[in-house]
């Protein structure tokens, strides 16, 4: 597909070393996930480093990376706004200082860096408060709301409560996965004390952090998200921060190094109230919506590819989307092209497996197993020989054998040679993804053959995870 963003890290190129985990949070009302912690000791006000690597999965609304909150009138946030820009603002009783940014940043299939520093004792104005994105400066701003004064004290390191992942002011979240989350109290440093352009594909890409990197400072911040058991620990050392809503079944393994497929909120998300939550693995489609689809990030040419499905009704279909169909609006009459709905003569059908039991495509259709509601659906993908299986509680539909080539449906060859993993749902329906990088489904403990994913069932043999390491090597 297309990417957004040129230097986006999509952790398919070699680090030297692995992030293991990222953190899913999201935002669900009165129970938004997050870290908070009240500092008790004043820290350098003037001079600090925030870094973290972000993944966003949802678009078109306010997503909050850091805040500092004293009172209405002292704040400080960094976050995305509501069409999607970077916004950062400073106010001390009532003044403020801050800006946001001309780009916007909607890529939902990667990861994102960000760095911010405050150098307030910089004697050039316009160095006080600087921003990077993988690993460039932002220098181009909508609105600017000024520098700060030389010497300034800002909100972030006073002892009051800092957040990550919410904005106090205005009670919102952040919804997607971060990962690599730091703040160095005392220290202006630069976007390449965290990261390095890969010298063969120019991709920003994360370098190791260690205990020993950086002075961390009074109040530092390095929230690794590797200890389930403890999702706010602090490896620099200064105190954990408190856990909102966030538990060891947030704890994901998609990361910077090896970024996973997820729903893709970016295309043919159709308005009118549908929901792609739980780090874009669960869509679901209102009352009043008729049939509509989501696909995933990633599209397919080559290779052998295992994911999973669980609907929580009768009305939904599972499978693949062609390319052309995976970017195009939605179409007046209600429906997308590329899905299985209802197999009208208003929609093709490319290799979905319907709750009745019936694979569709363009060479026919085969009877399998129906499922509903609390049955894992296997979808095992050959674009090697352009076949997809499908199998419901483990038991392969038509009698097919991915790890043989067997009894496989098949496709028209006038299709593109790039597909999408895509589901589609009645209305008062959901889909859950399993794509290995995480699912709020249980039971998900099985690997592919390279030790990667997780997943309800062991995938068949020669089939892997849709995440970047495995794509790096077979796709």
Known sequence: MAFLERNANRGSVSTGYDIDNSVKLQTAGVNSEFFNKSYSSTGNRETWTFSTWVKRTEIGSNNYLLDAYKNSNTWFILGFSDVDDIVL??????????KRTTAVYRDTSAWYHIVFVSDTTNGTAGDRQRLYVNGVRVTDFDSDYGDPPSGYDGSVNDAIVHSIGYRTDGNSSFNGYLAETILVDGT?????????FDSNSGIWKPIEITDTSFTWGTNG????????????ANSAGTGGFSVQNVNQNDQATDTP???????NALVNFAPGGQTLVRGATKFSNPSGQNWQTITGTFGLTSGKWYWEFETDGTGAFVGISD??????PQRTD???LGYG????ATTKSLGMYSTNGVIYNESGSATGTSYGSGNRVGVALDMDNRKIYFAVDNNWANSGDPANGTNGATWNTSWSDTVFPAGSCAQNNSIFFVYGGFSSLSNISNVDANGYGGFYY???SGFYALCTKNLAEYG
Do not use: H, Q, R
């Open 89 to 98: 603002y400073d106010i001390i009783a009532g003044t403020d200082y801050g």
């Open 188 to 196: 202006a440093l630069d976007p390449t004390d965290f990261g390095e």
């Open 221 to 232: 911040l390095w929230l690794k998200y590797d200890n389930a058991a403890s999702m706010g």
């Open 257 to 263: 190094t090896n970024n996973f497929c997820i729903g």
């Open 323 to 328: 390319v052309e169909d995976s970017i195009v």
């Open 334 to 336: 209600g429906y997308f």
């Open 341 to 344: 709905d209802d197999n009208s």
């Open 458 to 460: 062991t995938p068949p």
